[in-house]
């Protein structure tokens, strides 16, 4: 295979790895859902499986965009990562159709919760990346114009996204975003890897 195929087969190579992963954990939650230990067994397999490509694929986008590929899992160091507020908050968790976000209020104990459905966390990413190669910076009321959703789910997305790196805050409500070309790739695989998250902590409740 010449050079020039390589760019394409690669790209085809990583939408296959998310269909893959999609349909792992898709078949992982089936397994789970009829209750018996076989059952458990092969659910547990899936989700292992579903892992495992989920990184593969995370690897292979790098590769694609031309940036350093991330290490395996067990490898990569946690201190790139911006630290979470006190106890680990604010905490993102993905149920069904909705990115959730658990936060402290100002009691420092009594949590509560705020959800941003998937069109909306597509559509705000959207509009993120048209404001990011509009300015070198943009502020986050230039993405709740453009798309109208409620300014709660906005800044919901833009501290995830600030919390994984994707985007930067230079200065207090302004935002700049490294890589473009890369938000909508990233905000994806964000979405896959907080839903592998949640299904894992799912799976370790109902055990218990």
């Known amino acids: 295979m010449g050079s020039s195929a390589i760019p394409g087969a690669l790209r085809d190579a990583v939408e ?17 859902k009829d209750g018996g230990r076989e059952e458990w067994d092969a659910g547990d397999l899936c989700y292992s499986l579903a892992r495992e490509t989920d990184a593969l694929a995370r690897r292979a986008t790098a590769l694609l965009d031309g940036g350093p590929t ?4 067990k490898q990569t160091s946690p201190g ?14 993905v149920q069904g159709d ?4 658990i936060g402290l209020r100002r ?7 705020q959800g941003v459905p998937r069109s909306h966390y597509q559509r ?4 993120i990346v048209a404001a990011a190669r509009g300015a ?12 109208s959703i409620p300014a709660y789910e906005v800044y919901i997305v833009l501290g995830l996204m ?4 994707i985007i930067t805050s230079p200065r207090r409500g302004y935002y700049r975003a490294p890589h473009p070309e890369r938000i909508t790739d990233a905000m994806a695989s964000t979405w896959s890897e907080l839903q592998i998250s949640t299904t894992d902590a799912v799976q370790r409740r109902t055990r218990s």
């Open 162 to 165: 600030k919390e994984r790196g």
């Open 70 to 73: 991330p290490l395996p899992e």
């Open 16 to 32: 296959a790895l998310g269909m893959v992963r999609d349909l792992l954990l898709t078949a992982s939650t089936e397994w789970v």
């Open 80 to 93: 790139r990562r911006r630290p979470k507020g006190r106890r680990g908050y604010p905490k993102y968790l």
């Open 124 to 127: 705000i990413g959207e509009a």
């Open 107 to 113: 009691d420092k104990r009594t949590e509560y919760e």
């Open 98 to 101: 909705v990115l959730r976000k």
């Open 136 to 147: 070198s910076e943009f502020r986050a009321d230039a993405v709740i114009d453009t798309t």
